[in-house]
């Protein structure tokens, strides 16, 4: 595997499943293979799961992790080409992806979305130039529209507590208060449109998601009926899209508490298991009683990061 964005860059599901898995009861089985290699963890914004569980998954394999956060540990990076660099920004990534690279033999960065410029942001201009100028394997651990190894964690997390062999899983949209990326979201509509389960997107109206990653996967403006019968419930808060109109791109529509996930929204579910990436804002996207429920996953699912990123990492590191 030469680079991780796309759920087409894992191949087969099935055995990726399979291989997470086999990595999950046996973890250190493999630590032979990052011997003497290195993987640089770049981190242009906040994280606790995924810096935590990409380290934790590259020392299962023996590899040696680095982790750089941007602008607090290194000089603050400019990442825009062609502008004068007068301001407060002392080096271009131009340089510093190169440099970086050369000391090491994986990459994976994290670099959300800006939400200014969706052309800017959907052509992952930052990731792009990654793999551009620095000719090594890179993993996205969020980037301006994708977060795989989230969305592989969630796929593991569901196929270790599905009941039933096609369950419906219901992606809902929830309040926050802050304008947030598309990434999560995006990824996991795009997963689960590959995997087999009966997929359901729902939101409120003007949140629709690039068609891109939601595919042909129904959606219903109407939470309730979305929620009917669901085996999981997959909530994530986005900005706008700017699907219907891109001059609203990264704005907050809504802020209906109405949509926040609570026991009356779970009593119409076939008693479905509470899932989300974490972190999440209590009261605002779920009810404590929803989150602090037996049915909720949240942890689990957090648990299986390590899982998601030490797959990647081990097929990143057979195909060197
Ligand atoms: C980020 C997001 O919504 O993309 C990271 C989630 C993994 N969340 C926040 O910034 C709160
Ligand atoms: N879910 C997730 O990616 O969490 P962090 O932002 O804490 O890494």
Known sequence: MKSFF????????????????????????????????TIMLVFFNSSLRTRLSSQKAALNLGMNPIVLNIGQDSWKLETELGVVMDGDKSEHLREAIPVMTSYCDLIGIRSFAGLKDREYDYNETVLRQF???????????????????????????????????????????????????????????????????EFVITHPRGYELDPA?????????????????????????????????????????????????????????????????????????VSDEVIDAPTSLVIPEAANRAVSAQVVMKRMLESL
């Open 6 to 37: 796309h759920v087409s860059d894992i191949g087969d599901l099935g055995a990726a499943l399979e291989e997470a898995l086999q990595v999950k009861a046996n973890p250190f089985a493999w630590k032979h293979l990052g011997q003497d290699k």
């Open 131 to 197: 793999i551009e100028y620095g000719g090594k394997p890179v993993i996205s651990l969020e980037s301006a529209t994708v977060h795989p190894c989230q969305a592989f964690a969630d796929l593991i997390t569901i196929e270790e507590y599905r009941k039933k062999k096609r369950p419906k899983v219901v992606l809902t949209w929830a309040p926050h208060p802050r304008a947030l990326p598309q990434a999560v979201p995006n990824s996991f509509a795009e997963w689960m449109n590959a995997a087999d389960v």
């Open 213 to 285: 990653f939601a595919g042909k996967a129904p959606v219903e403006y109407d939470q309730m009926k979305a929620l009917e019968g669901a085996d999981f419930v997959y909530a994530k808060n986005w900005s706008c899209p700017g699907v219907t109109d891109p001059s609203r791109y990264g704005q907050v529509l809504s802020q209906d508490m109405a949509w926040t996930v609570d026991a009356k929204h779970m009593a119409v579910t076939n008693d479905a298991y509470f899932m989300h990436c974490l972190p999440v804002r209590r009261n605002m996207i």
